[in-house]
């Protein structure tokens, strides 16, 4: 009598648990046989678990560290043309004028090693006392640049006094701070057109990046 007892009520037990996960039915929109109802509820709610941890473990992860590159970073400086050569000789700063610029531009790095430059450098020339901002260059370029703080560039000229030409020219990084860099840079301009003959020269030139 106890056995049969007990038989009809893990029975009825069994017929509750059914009862219980059916009412879960209208939630999941499942309908399976009552024989694998139990167990897929289970898959389904293992599924669901794992997909949201696995949400959240991505979530949780560091996210990558933005690259410094493109990098923008602009300059101020002052130059002296040295010497100039063309077919009639040499010719000299400091003798018998006085000529200076001030280049102003920016550097645009897409790498560590490479970028594009556009600077702008208005000059002033003084002849006999008499100062006069006679001629303004427009200087874009590339950058190459090389190990132990050496870069290379190889600019394009255009002058508002109708020359052209080309400005190769190697610069040095002479002092490094956190926020800015002093450099000297050596030019040698070779300059064409505007009814003149060809010209070649160099140049010192000092500046300040930021």
């Not at 009520?9 to 219980?20: C, G, L, P, Q």
């Not at 040295?82 to 700063?93: A, E, H, M, V, Y």
């Not at 600019?155 to 450099?183: D, M």
Request: proline share 6%; net charge positive.
């Amino acid at each position: 009598m106890v056995s049969w007892w007990m038989y009809c009520r893990s029975k009825d037990k069994a017929t509750e648990n059914v009862s219980k996960v059916n009412e879960l039915d209208p939630l999941l929109d499942i309908k399976l046989p009552k024989g694998t109802h139990a167990r897929m509820k289970q898959k389904i709610l293992t599924t669901i678990n794992l997909l949201v941890f696995g949400i959240l473990q991505l979530n949780a992860q560091e996210k990558p560290t933005a690259s410094e590159y493109p990098k923008i970073v602009g300059y101020l400086a002052v130059v002296h043309p040295l010497l100039t050569i063309d077919k009639d000789g040499f010719s000299s700063n400091f003798t018998n004028y006085y000529h200076v610029g001030f280049p102003t531009g920016i550097h645009v790095y897409s790498s560590k090693n490479f970028g594009y430059s556009l600077e702008i450098v208005p000059f002033i020339k003084v002849i006999n006392g008499e100062a006069s901002a006679n001629n303004i260059l427009i200087h874009p370029g590339l950058i190459f640049r090389f190990p132990q703080k050496w870069t290379l560039y190889t600019r394009l000229a255009f002058e508002t006094s109708g020359r052209f030409g080309l400005t190769p020219a190697i610069s040095k990084v002479v002092y490094k701070s956190n926020h800015h860099n002093f450099f000297i840079t050596v030019p040698f301009p070779l300059r064409l057109g505007n009814k003149q003959s060809a010209s070649f020269g160099i140049a010192l030139l000092g500046g300040l990046t930021f």
